[in-house]
């Protein structure tokens, strides 16, 4: 969609700019695959709750110290992730516990090192299969750290 912005105070939009806020408004519903139906005047909502609710969560499909993981369907919304930003978590629930130092390759986008939050090397049993693993992603060192709620 294109900037609306300064048609908004006494300009005037063409139909086709008009028209391309329900597109926009359409496809964010169905990404969620949520049916588009012309009494429930929820269906935005519904489909910003679902991809708030979906949006850290990923499928882990690695072996042990090697970490695989994608995104889930489109809940993550109708644009796929191509690229990592400050603060980015990834959260999964891994298939195999860690013996040591760790890698993580989330969307085909590179193998990046896993980090304790003080930036040391992960330990065996830092990840089981047990508990879902929480990382965020660090722009300045270009790790994932592993957040630790324990304490």
């Not at 993580?104 to 830092?126: P, T, W, Y």
Request: glycine share 12%.
């Amino acid at each position: 969609m294109e900037d609306l912005n300064d048609k908004l105070m006494g300009g005037t939009l063409t139909s086709d700019e008009w028209n391309q806020v329900p597109s926009e408004l359409q496809n964010v519903i169905g990404a969620l695959g949520i049916a588009l139906l012309a009494g429930d005047l929820n269906q935005l909502g519904k489909a910003i709750a679902g991809m708030c609710g979906a949006s850290t969560w990923y499928s882990e499909s690695g072996a042990a110290d090697a970490y695989v993981c994608n995104v889930v369907g489109a809940k993550h919304g109708p644009v796929a992730l191509d690229a990592v930003h400050d603060g980015l978590i990834v959260r999964f629930r891994p298939g195999n516990a860690n013996t040591g130092a760790s890698t993580i390759n989330v969307n085909s986008l590179g193998v990046v090192d896993i980090k304790r939050e003080d930036g040391s090397a992960l330990s065996a049993g830092d990840l089981v299969t047990t508990r879902d693993a929480f990382l965020r992603w660090d722009n300045a060192s270009g790790d994932f750290f592993l957040l630790d709620f324990s304490r």
